[in-house]
């Protein structure tokens, strides 16, 4: 079992009171592992923006802009996590779905390294 420590104590994360997490199964489960670098990062803003119910009232329009995307593109990041199973649309209304359960990853999947969120949405995007 390899030993963790924090790497910077003095910035450990605390749940916000305003609510907003990213599950971890997000990834283990592999669940955006069929969508682009883009529906990753819609997924992420969804996932900032939703209440705990994971419902959002964002506008396409709001949400094209603050993603710099057009509305044509959006519509189609928004299919990829709706067909992935993590998405539920009827405009105006989002809804982040609950997670399927995750399979384990094989110890060779698993490297220890330490990445940032930026490097690992960089490599998923290049191998697209």
């Avoid at 997000?26 to 670098?37: E, I, M, P, Y």
């Avoid at 964002?58 to 593109?73: E, G, I, M, N, T």
Wanted: proline content about 4%; charged content about 20%; some cysteine.
């Amino acid at each position: 079992m390899m030993n963790k420590k924090l790497l910077a104590p003095e910035r450990l994360r605390q749940l916000p009171r305003q609510f907003s997490w990213i599950d971890q199964q997000l990834v283990r489960g592999g669940s955006l592992r069929d969508c682009d670098h883009s529906a990753w990062a819609l997924y992420l803003f969804l996932a900032s923006v939703s209440d705990s119910q994971g419902l959002s009232y964002y506008s396409d329009s709001s949400v094209a802009q603050w993603l710099h995307f057009d509305l044509r593109r959006l519509a189609c990041y928004r299919q990829q996590l709706i067909q992935a199973g993590l998405l539920a649309y009827q405009k105006p209304l989002y809804q982040l779905l609950a997670l399927p359960k995750a399979q384990p990853l094989s110890e060779a999947t698993r490297t220890g390294q330490v990445r940032s969120v930026g490097d690992l949405l960089r490599h998923i995007g290049g191998s697209l």
